[in-house]
């Protein structure tokens, strides 16, 4: 009995030595599948589409794991921590660097070691081998070669700035044409070594220049608005030729916070006619370039894909969502209105009827673009277009009318917004004429009283302009193709209605009689109409104003009418919605299947 056990256990041996070895050389042959980690640029990686960082893959028990398997998974970890471990250290390793000789040179003055001159001179070597260190980097280690050059840069503009404001050792003009050039030469670098953050720290490094430098004389505000108009040109020429997202965004934040800075200093102290042009100048290029360029690279990039490519997302992760989309709305959308809105500002004295009817000749450029741009199938700057023009065209109403007029221009074009969705099958006009139709609705909600003593009810701009806008918004209703958007609009319409007799009427004699006289025979009319049609939402609309007829009957009309006022409307409505339960039993109340609005 004991040898077939001893044969048992030998034989189980066996198989699990083999079964082991089978496992090593599985091991062996992933280890063999990986790739070989990169030394190049960590912004060179995959694109983020390649391998999204939510994609899950199928589990399969009985198949075999895939080489790539090692590979997507590192790819997840490198896009989890938002870049390669060498990228990391090089950036610890620069930032620590700076820091570690900051803090030594500060040392060194504290113990009077360095003279002015010898402190600048330090600055000034130190960018020097930062600069030699990321050339000579630049073939082998293309993200070591950008940290380093980038820290270059930080050094000069660092040193100049001392120089000038610290020490005095430069005057202004020396000192501002200094950091000119080094805002040129990382703008040159970036070009040259395809560094995106090398670019926007020349972005930076170049708009902060004329306020950290302090120039303080008269001629300044033309100057810098000269010089933010330049760098903002070289800027928006790299984003054309490379497409860097992040340049571009920089860009505009800093122009235009520069410009804004000046327009309020400008509107609300130097308020020269020479300083106002110049700034509206630097206003308008800043708008033609900011939201034109993203456009033209989006028409280049349709002709020709290869020779306008779309450029690879920045490494940090938190950054992605935010520059995935292109510049639509971002750009193309902001500055026309950042403009306006600054140009009204430094104007402030010129009439609302030239603010008006530049509006609306925005309105009209803006329009033709829209639909050029449509037809050359680039809809998201298309859409981007349609909103300023409606933006636009709102301002300029609004500068050019008030009170009832405004609100029926409003709701005139609100209508023919969605008018232009359904014949464009556009959906950001349709969203547009719904923001629209809520300014009108929140404007009339804010106005509502009732008519004071003395006014005809209805014979008066007020009340017929409000029921214009009533018929508006029930046109709209019709080309609203979601049947709840339909019924929704048509719930205000009816809502409104039923304001505006309480608002017209309520103060005649007996005014309460009328309002619940007209009540009434609205619930009466939307009672049949269910009895007729086949529509779900007409039910809801006739119980409704029925519900709000009775309990103003009951809670209102008891107290305040007379009684024979009370008499004829208790009984009359009374007799008549017995009557039709009589005739029409159940119209309302069948199945009423498909909605036919």
């Known amino acids: 009995m004991e040898e077939p056990t001893d044969e048992s256990l030998e034989q189980r041996v066996e198989r699990l030595e083999a079964a082991v070895a089978d496992l090593r050389a599985t091991v062996r042959r992933l280890r063999e599948a990986l790739p070989q980690p990169s030394t190049g640029d960590p912004g060179d990686a995959n694109p983020p589409d390649a391998n999204p960082p939510d994609a899950v893959a199928p589990r399969d028990s009985a198949a075999e794991p895939s080489p790539s398997t090692g590979a997507s998974l590192r790819n997840r970890i490198e896009t989890a921590v938002a870049g390669s471990p060498e990228a990391w250290l090089n950036r610890i390793g620069i930032a620590l660097l700076l820091f570690g000789l900051a803090f030594l040179f500060q040392y060194s003055i504290d113990r009077g070691w360095l003279g002015p001159v010898v402190r600048v001179a330090f600055g000034a070597g130190l960018g020097s081998v930062l600069l030699w260190g990321g050339l000579r980097a630049a073939d082998e280690r293309q993200a070591l070669s950008q940290v380093l050059l980038g820290g270059s840069s930080a050094s000069f503009y660092t040193t100049v700035f001392a120089a000038h404001q610290l020490y005095q050792l430069i005057p202004h003009p020396a000192a501002f044409g200094g950091m000119t050039a080094v805002t040129v030469g990382t703008f040159v670098l970036a070009v040259r070594e395809d560094g995106a953050a090398l670019a926007v720290i020349g972005a930076l490094g170049g708009l902060g220049t004329p306020f950290v430098l302090q120039p303080g004389t008269e001629g300044s505000i033309p100057g810098l608005i000269g010089y933010t108009v330049l760098l903002l040109g070289g800027m928006v020429l790299i984003y054309l030729y490379r497409g860097w997202r992040t340049l571009l965004y920089t860009s505009a934040a800093g122009g235009w916070l520069v410009l804004l800075v000046t327009v309020a200093q400008v509107a609300f102290g130097e308020g020269t006619v020479r300083n106002q042009w110049a700034v509206q100048g630097g206003v308008v290029a800043a708008w033609l370039m900011l939201g034109g360029v993203p456009v033209v690279r989006a028409l280049l990039r349709q002709k020709s894909p290869d020779r306008w490519p779309q450029p690879d997302l920045p490494e940090v992760r938190w950054l992605r969502p935010l520059l995935r989309t292109p510049p639509a709305f971002a750009l193309v959308g902001a500055s026309p209105l950042l403009a306006y809105t600054a140009s009204r500002i430094l104007w402030s004295g010129s009439s609302d009827a030239l603010w008006g009817g530049i ?230 109340l069948r199945d009423t299947g498909k909605d036919e609005r």
């Open 359 to 588: 509006a609306l000749a925005g309105m009209t450029g803006y329009g033709v673009a829209y639909v050029s741009l449509t037809r050359r199938s680039v809809f998201r700057y298309a859409s981007a277009h349609a909103v300023v023009a409606a933006v636009l065209g709102a301002v300029g109403l609004t500068e050019l009318l008030d009170g009832s007029t405004l609100l029926v221009a409003w709701g005139v074009e609100a209508l023919a917004l969605h008018a232009a969705a359904r014949r464009l099958d556009a959906p950001v006009l349709r969203w547009t004429g719904h923001a629209f139709v809520v300014l009108v609705a929140g404007v009339w909600a804010d106005q509502v009283e009732v008519l004071q003593q003395g006014v005809r009810p209805v014979l008066h701009s007020a009340g017929l302009s409000e029921l214009v806008v009533l018929g508006l918004v029930g046109a709209a209703s019709w080309l609203v193709p979601s049947a709840a958007g339909s019924r929704l609009y048509r719930g205000l319409v009816l809502l409104g209605w039923l304001v505006w007799n309480w608002q017209e009427f309520a103060v005649l004699a007996d005014g309460d009689a009328y309002v619940s006289a007209v009540w009434g025979l609205t619930a009466l009319a939307l009672l049949l109409a269910t009895a007729r049609t086949r529509s779900t939402g007409l039910p809801y609309a006739a119980f409704g104003t029925l519900a709000l007829f009775v309990g103003k009957l009951f809670l209102v009309d008891l107290a305040r009418l007379s009684a024979l006022s009370r008499v004829l409307l208790f009984v009359g409505f009374g007799a008549v919605f017995l009557g039709i339960s009589y005739l029409l039993p159940g119209s309302w």
